[in-house]
T-cell receptor
């Protein structure tokens, strides 16, 4: 069964450093998402991506964040200058072969720790 | 704006007992509703979804949920809990494609 994969599973970085989180969505999906879950809090939407551009982003997704789909298979989230409060579990999801309301399938997550 | 409220951050049941996890939603349009489960150190796995086809939705692992428009609820149930059901459960509503999640309910199952 196809699944969403994410690398790395864990990342520790120093405050101010850049990190890139990688995701390989399910191959025939058209909509891609990043969510995050700060420890003990709810899962929050960050950004959605369709047709090679951002379709929606949350207030959390400020200028420090960017996404791209560089090669038609990978979907990356970059944080340019990490802050302590960026420490969280980051989930990639993909979904939709014909519409945005279809089920989203989640990857296992990357746990990011900013020191 | 769409929102989801899950009543009870922790629910504990005995093995074999009924599982009831509560979810209420707020939506200005007919909602698409989902339940996801998160096992320790794993991602979110879809349990079931409501897309207006039927009010009683059956999912994986014996779970089901009933959509009640009058109560704006989408509670998750399972007749008989197994030890393997211990996990965190998230209710979510789709808002133009993005998912809005509730706070989550951690289910513990006692032997």
């Amino acid at each position: 069964e196809p699944e969403v994969t994410q690398t790395p599973s864990h990342q520790v970085t120093q405050m101010g450093q850049e990190v890139i989180l990688r995701c390989v969505p399910i191959s025939n999906h058209l909509y891609f998402y990043w969510y995050r879950q700060i420890l003990g809090q709810k899962v929050e939407f960050l950004v959605s991506f369709y047709n090679n551009e951002i379709s929606e982003k949350s207030e959390i997704f400020d200028d420090q964040f960017s996404v791209e789909r560089p090669d038609g298979s990978n979907f990356t989230l970059k944080i340019r200058s990490t802050k302590l409060e960026d420490s969280a579990m980051y989930f990639c999801a993909s979904g939709g072969t014909s519409g945005r309301e279809e089920t989203q399938y989640f990857g296992p997550g990357t746990r990011l720790l900013v020191l | 704006a769409q929102s989801v409220t899950q009543l009870g951050s922790h629910v504990s049941v005995s093995e074999g007992a009924l599982v009831l996890l509560r979810c209420n939603y707020s939506s200005s349009v007919p909602p698409y509703l989902f339940w996801y489960v998160q096992y320790p150190n794993q991602g979110l796995q879809l349990l079931l979804k409501y897309t207006s086809a039927a009010t009683l939705v059956k999912g994986i692992n014996g779970f089901e949920a009933e959509f009640k428009k009058s109560e704006t609820s989408f509670h998750l149930t399972k007749p008989s809990a197994h030890m393997s059901d211990a996990a965190e459960y998230f209710c979510a509503v789709s808002d133009r494609g993005k998912l809005i999640f509730g706070q989550g309910t951690e289910l513990s199952v006692k032997p």
